[in-house]
């Protein structure tokens, strides 16, 4: 049976072939205590973990005129040595110059005609450390399973998690263009069977199907005002090939204590942190920071429990403004609490999910020129992108090492000049800011601030002293 790509993850590779400048890989850096392993002790220890990942072994091949969606198959040349690159930085080794290396690695698209994926062993950082950038294409996975490959690669002990399951993998023989062009005709012709059946099925439940049809139609109206452009600034535009890196950090029980004293989400509290430190780019660059000058697209997961593992797009997203113009951190933070709170109750994210649930049962040529059209529309209304992806909160090791941190990289596309990740590991929120090269030159200000903002805020949720000769 041929695996097809959902309409959902198709259009990240549209969005990536519209524009021949972008590269929609999604990233994250494992920092690991030293020494760094052999290149072929990490090929060994890799190999064995390739029968969980089955898409780690298969390449995309995409039909002709666009007649269904692109399919997995196996890879009869696929060369593990090929994946696994080595680099090492130069002296220090610090912050900075393993910024320069990711903003580097990720300015490059994947090679479509393999396998989506990199691994990139990065020596010489300063403490003897060494890190592992995984790269992969954001048509394979999200964030959430992303992070699961951590499960899947690393272990949760420094012992190991004991005998792999006996690879037996063999490629399948490639399917010629046109058995793939009869089997996308073939679902064509079966499409409007398809739809009756869940029309029947629909009408068995009326009741709940009445309930999700006026909730879809209410998100879809909260969804339609995203249509209307954000307030012009420097913030968006056209972008280049090459993009910078930098990181914020932060203790997580600092974000939890603000979190619990202000009565809001982990998530509120990082938006309004990265709110205020738009805010300060904006003054910075000169420019007015208008309540309407910075939406966001803010993901959504939208997985039911114990599908982390799909290796695909299963995402949703709401559209908020971010509330730049507030200059006080307390007021902000509630300003994104309650605009969240309404996107919420608008239904903004369900009804994503509804419209992303019925194209993967519509025929696909329509359903793929609709996202193209849709992905187009927004451009000019959506500034920046934050994704806040939640992390092991215990620690991971590789081959006996410890991971000491994990750092989120988020691809920019579509006029968005900068993007902003947060994940968490441990003891950690760590933010990774993505900037264009040439238009979004002031990356490490813009990290430099959020983690100022998030200060702000642990400092004015703080409980107040009593002296002691009171």
């Not at 396998?115 to 010489?124: K, Q, T």
């Not at 950090?249 to 998530?267: C, E, Q, W």
């Not at 006080?328 to 994104?336: F, Q």
Request: proline share 9%.
């Amino acid at each position: 049976m041929t695996d097809h790509l959902s309409p959902l993850d198709t259009a990240f590779l549209d969005l990536e072939d519209e524009e021949p400048q972008v590269s929609l890989a999604i990233s994250s850096v494992a920092v690991m205590e030293g020494p760094a392993p052999s290149h072929d002790e990490l090929l060994a220890a890799l190999a064995s973990r390739l029968p969980l990942v089955p898409r780690y072994r298969q390449k995309l091949r995409q039909l002709p005129f666009d007649l269904g969606s692109p399919v997995w198959v196996d890879d009869p040349g696929f060369d593990l040595d090929y994946h696994v690159r080595r680099v090492a930085l130069p002296p220090p080794g610090g912050d900075a110059e393993l910024c320069e290396l990711v903003g580097d690695i990720m300015s490059q698209r994947l090679d479509r005609a393999r396998p989506l994926w990199e691994y990139w062993v990065v020596e010489g950082l300063s403490g003897g450390r060494w890190a592992l950038v995984s790269k992969v294409h954001h048509c394979m996975v999200d964030g959430v399973s992303g992070t699961h490959l951590y499960y899947v690669i690393f272990d949760l002990s420094p012992e190991g998690s004991g005998p792999m399951p006996e690879d037996t993998w063999s490629p399948g023989p490639e399917p010629s263009t046109w058995s793939l062009v009869a089997d996308a005709l073939r679902e064509l012709a079966l499409s409007p069977v398809e739809q009756v059946r869940m029309i029947r099925q629909a009408l068995r439940t009326p009741e709940e199907t009445a309930r999700r049809l006026a909730g879809t139609a209410r998100g879809l109206a909260s969804l339609a005002g995203a249509l209307r452009p954000a307030f012009g600034s420097t913030l968006t535009g056209p972008i280049g090939e090459r993009r910078r890196y930098a990181l914020a950090r932060a203790p997580i029980g600092d974000v939890l204590d603000v979190k619990r004293r202000a009565g809001v989400s982990l998530n509120d509290v990082v938006l309004s942190a990265i709110s205020g430190a738009f805010r300060r780019l904006l003054v910075q660059r000169g420019e007015d920071p208008d309540p309407q000058a910075v939406r966001s697209l803010v993901p959504v997961n939208v997985r039911a429990r114990g599908e982390e593992g799909i290796y695909e797009n299963r995402v949703s997203c709401m559209l908020p403004f971010l509330p730049v113009h507030l200059a006080d951190p307390v007021e902000r933070l509630r300003a994104v609490h309650e605009h969240l709170a309404e996107l919420k109750a608008a239904m903004e994210a369900q009804a994503g999910e509804a419209m992303t649930t019925l194209a993967a049962h519509e025929p696909f040529p329509p359903v793929n020129w609709a996202l193209r059209l849709a992905a187009r529309l927004p451009q000019r209304s959506v500034v920046t992108v934050t994704t806040n992806v939640p992390g092991p909160r215990q620690p991971l090791y590789l081959l006996g090492r410890r991971t000491l941190e994990i750092l989120p990289y988020v691809p920019i596309a579509a006029r968005l000049r900068t993007g902003v990740s947060i994940f968490t590991y441990c003891d950690q929120v760590a933010f990774g800011v993505t900037g264009d090269y040439d238009s979004a030159p002031e990356v490490s200000q813009l990290a430099d601030a959020i983690g100022a903002e998030l200060q702000a805020l642990v400092t004015a949720y703080r409980p107040a002293t009593v002296p002691a000769d009171a």
